[in-house]
């Protein structure tokens, strides 16, 4: 039985899009003050949202 999944999907999607765009804008920020290890830690919480995104989207294929 398929249940409606815009009540999440669409919230999710935005609180995705704005918190890789906070990330994004805070790594520049790190990256011009020369906190290089701050800068690391960014992308590998950048790859960790790829990597979410790349899980739900599988999941949302095998669902469809």
């Known amino acids: 039985k398929k249940q409606p999944s815009m009540y999440t999907f669409v ?3 935005f609180m995705t899009l704005t918190t890789v765009s906070a990330l994004v804008y805070e790594a520049a ?3 011009r ?3 290089y290890f701050l800068v690391a830690i960014v992308l590998v919480l950048l790859w960790l949202s790829l990597d979410m995104v ?3 989207v599988k999941a949302l294929r095998k669902r469809a």
Do not use: D
């Open 54 to 56: 790349v899980e739900a």
């Open 29 to 31: 920020l790190f990256f």
């Open 33 to 35: 003050q020369k906190h």
């Open 11 to 13: 919230p999710a999607v």
